[in-house]
T-cell receptor
Framework: GQQLNQSPQSMFIQEGEDVSMNCTSS?????WLWYKQDPGEGPVLLIA?????ELTSNGRLTAQFGITRKDSFLNISASIPSDVGIYFC????????????FGSGTQLTVLP | KAGVTQTPRYLIKTRGQQVTLSCSPI?????VSWYQQTPGQGLQFLFE???????NKGNFPGRFSGRQFSNSRSEMNVSTLELGDSALYLC?????????????FGEGSRLTVL
């Protein structure tokens, strides 16, 4: 099935460091979302973006909706141990369809 | 506010059997979507229901089916199970209208097919 190109696939960082991950697509999306999934849990919505060029923050998280509508990035500042998990980007096209297309995920490990 | 509830959390079946998974959405949410998550394919859209009607369907064979009841609860069924159907099946709910794209996921039902 079609997926977004998400990178990097995995990251190992020191506690306190900043993190950046991104998603690209060959198709236009009208909504970009970022989710985090912990082991044994379902994905949890972190940030939703609705307008090209939009920059949105949620605490230490900042995400941007690319101007071309074909990409998005997520930054995490001053990482802490509980940031560990898998981060997914997801895009939704316009119209009545509510399904999301997901990236393959970025596995984040925070080292003490 | 209770989240999305999926049952059962874990189940083991053998090839050829069928399985039914249940999802109770967040109160007030009218849209329920189902996704399959596997290590190889990631999160793949199965189908979406809104007001008891299937609105969209992903690229899965007809063995995968679902339905939604008048109270917005949903079930999905997989018949004639194959080894490749082993996966985490995630249910997600949303208000549906307006269509914001914001889905709220349950913890999933982990299916193992032997």
């Amino acid at each position: 099935g079609q997926q977004l190109n998400q990178s990097p696939q995995s990251m190992f960082i020191q506690e306190g460091e900043d993190v950046s991950m991104n998603c690209t697509s060959s198709s236009i999306f009208n909504t970009w979302l970022w989710y985090k999934q912990d082991p044994g849990e379902g994905p949890v919505l972190l940030i939703a973006l609705y307008k090209a060029g939009e920059l949105t923050s949620n605490g230490r998280l900042t995400a941007q909706f690319g101007i071309t509508r074909k990409d998005s990035f997520l930054n995490i500042s001053a990482s802490i141990p509980s940031d560990v998990g898998i981060y997914f980007c997801a895009g939704q096209r316009s119209g009545s369809a509510r399904q999301l297309t997901f990236g393959s995920g970025t596995q984040l490990t925070v080292l003490p | 506010k209770a989240g999305v509830t999926q049952t059962p959390r874990y189940l083991i079946k053998t090839r050829g059997q069928q399985v039914t998974l249940s999802c109770s959405p967040i109160s007030g949410h009218r849209s329920v979507s189902w996704y399959q998550q596997t290590p190889g394919q990631g999160l793949q859209f199965l189908f979406e229901y809104f007001s008891e009607t299937q609105r969209n369907k992903g690229n899965f064979p007809g063995r995968f089916s679902g339905r939604q009841f008048s109270n917005s609860r949903s079930e999905m069924n997989v018949s004639t199970l194959e080894l490749g159907d082993s996966a985490l099946y995630l249910c997600a709910s949303s208000f549906g209208l307006p269509n914001t794209g914001e889905l709220f996921f349950g913890e999933g039902s982990r299916l193992t097919v032997l």
